[in-house]
């Protein structure tokens, strides 16, 4: 390797702006957290929705997937933070701004509440048709058969793809510094127009995310396996 490659690679200057890009990645993971608890709770709704035997609740809870599931992140993004704020004040006749936060979240909450959907479904259709009539025979409501039945070996079956989604969902955080939310990448663009020296940054930044996503979701798989294993054993 040249010494000019090597110089070129040097991490140093990532380490000198390390509290600066610190930040930045914890903006990643309250972008992360915050969309991720949007997705669940959406996902769940429109699960619920297109298992619902009423076929027209079947094709809102359908409509929501295949919209959310097929829009691009990067589109989403955009469109929440600059186009529907236009149409939310021309509904109410005042202007409507949202914070690069709170667009970022709304748009990878809505989109990967898509995929969750999906999941949630075959959680629930996975789930024997007794053990619903075996509720209802205890007499049980249907918010309780949701809680105490449905639920909980939802959960267990969801488990494993539920990790995938939510890795997905942390890579598409690094998108949001486009609507300037002060995530990692944004605060390594900045850096890099003051020092213009991109190699090393970018190339930190790239390592960064894979060590960041690889240690978690590692270990986030190990520690629901051992769960599942001990509970479900």
Known sequence: MSEALIDALNPALFWEYRLVLLR??????????????????VGLAAALLRVNR???????????????????????????HFVLPLLLGKLIGQRIEFSPFVSAVIALGFVYSGYFAETFRAGIQSIPQGHLDAGRACGMGESTILCRIILPQVVRRMLPEAVNQF?????????????????LMYQVSMVTQQEM????????AAVTYFAVIYV????????????RNKVYA
């Not at 009423?54 to 929440?80: C, K, Q, S």
């Not at 942390?170 to 995530?183: M, N, R, Y």
């Not at 978690?216 to 769960?227: F, I, M, P, Y």
Request: proline letters at 6%.
């Open 24 to 41: 930045g990645l914890a903006f990643n993971a309250y972008v992360f957290f915050a969309a991720a608890t949007v997705a669940l709770i």
């Open 54 to 80: 009423a076929w027209p609740f079947r094709w809102i809870g359908t409509l929501h997937v295949e919209v959310f599931r097929n829009a691009p992140d990067y589109i989403m993004v955009i469109w929440v």
């Open 167 to 183: 890795v997905s969902l942390f890579k598409a955080t690094t998108i949001v510094s486009l609507i300037a939310v002060p995530d």
């Open 197 to 204: 020296r991109p190699l090393p940054l970018y190339t930190g």
């Open 216 to 227: 978690v979701a590692g270990s986030v798989r190990g520690l629901s396996e051992r769960w």
